[in-house]
């Protein structure tokens, strides 16, 4: 007491759980140090080490430090001194108020101490079946006989650690009933049953925490990552939205100015037709006017004239008002049907009408695309509701269709016929098969159906680079296409001239899907329910075109058709 009184006078304060092993939690025995200054019994660390020999690589498993080779371990002689003076000294070297606080409702209490406010127990002795608070602990120190007893901490009440049917400590573990027991117990119960003791026990115990510790710290890293890609992906997308709405906002704004442009010209162009039509009128007018003026005049002097007795004044006169001097009448005036600016109208009516089409066709496809954004991949699809989701609008490209397939007005089904369509040369023609692609070019997440009717159809997708003129401009004989041809007798992929036979029910109808991101492209047969067919991985380096392909048979009815689906 006089030693912990002059360190205490010192300044001098020792915790006994800062000499613990972190892995047996005890008082350090033999204490040894990693080069990560952490220490441990010297048992404990090299069991642990024992257990990544296979590996290599040993860690330490506090900090997780990593070292290559094994290192050697190394005695540290004076935190054994100190180890060795704190169980001498009693262990606690804390200020008396805090080493002989009350316990709390939490606390074990020491079971030495009388009265109704008990110290809070600091260690437990599993000889003398008691918990003991740092004041009543002194003995088990400094008498010979007492410093042999096993002290443990004082973290839960002992009686839990006691055999509640023998009152004795349970210091076996039985792993045929997976529960601690006292020695009594493996006489009568648990006789004949697999037995270990509970350190040898904790010690394997303690290999599966060191697992489990380094699987969730694992995790742990893997969570943070994602965690910090997600975030990055949450900024990235208010900036790419804020980024979309502005440049959207421009692109409307201009295109509201014009048409309120366009409204001026109408306008400007109505006002000035209107003014010179009116003008020219209005000249004409002032000019019947005088004709009529003119008319009346001489109307009046025929009407004198014929009343007039005297012959001789009457022959001159008549003379006179009929001479070739006279002036001639105008021509005559034909007044346009009353229509007047009505075909403007209609005109301006066409266009509003057309507008609206057009923005009712390339809405669902903006809708979808702006649908397609989001922060986290969406789950793989797995009913036809599912796919429905990414349907996106498509129409058949006159400017590659083959001369004798024939597309249908809205340009969604093509149908192969005898004679020769007469398109107009384009670049973008297959002028070798008879296979079509669409305008649309995809990069997202897609699901089209394609039904068909003949011989045989190529359900394909290809790069908008693809031949169009060779012998390899066949879909899926190039590495620029992928095709699912399908016919009566059953499947078939190809792609870069390698073919594939694919096993699968016949259907008059085919849903393909897409996903561009993560390289993958489906079909699947459909009907009542939806079969996988043949599934691609692989990674796609430009947009994809869907595209048609038929074969020709005489006497055959040979179509395919885009399904609307938006």
Known sequence: MAEQQQQQQHGVVLDQDQFCCSICLDLLKDPVTANCGHSYCRSCIAGCWDQEEEKGVYSCPQCRESFSPR????RNNMLAEVVEKLKKTGGQ??????????????DVACDFCTGTRRNKATMSCLT?????????????????????????????PLQEKMCSKHDK??????????????????????????????AAERAERQKQLIVSQQKVQQRVQERERELKELSQAVEDLKSSAQTAVEACELIFTELICSIQRRRSEVKQLIRAQEKTAVGQAEELLLQ?????AKLRRRDTELEQLSHADDHIRFIQSFQSLFSPSESPDLPRVVVAPLRYFRDVSDSVSDLREKLESILKDTWPRISATVSSVDVLLPPEPQTREDFLRYCCPLTLDENSVYQRLSLSEDNRRVTFVSNNKGYPAHSDRFTSFQQVLCREGLSGRCYWEVEWKGSTLSAAVSYKDISRTSDDSLFGRNDKSWSLDCSEDGYSFQHNNVKTEVSGRHSSRVGVYLDYEAGTLSFYSVSDTMTLLHKVHTTFTQP????IGLTFVWHQVQFAELIKLW
């Not at 290192?71 to 190394?74: A, C, D, G, I």
């Not at 070297?93 to 939490?106: T, V």
């Not at 019947?288 to 009529?292: A, D, N």
């Open 93 to 106: 070297q804390a200020s008396p108020s805090a080493a002989l606080a009350c316990a709390g409702p939490a």
């Open 71 to 74: 290192p050697v371990l190394r």
């Open 288 to 292: 019947l006017e005088e004709e009529i």
């Open 128 to 156: 003398c079946a008691a918990s003991y608070c740092a004041a009543h602990l002194q003995p088990h120190y400094s008498v010979p006989v007492l410093q042999k007893h096993k002290l443990v901490s004082a973290t839960a």
């Open 544 to 547: 994809l075109h869907p595209g």
């Open 169 to 198: 400590l349970m210091e076996v573990y039985c792993r045929t009933d997976q529960q601690c027991v006292c020695y009594l117990c493996t006489i009568d119960e648990h006789q004949g049953h697999k037995i270990v003791s509970v």
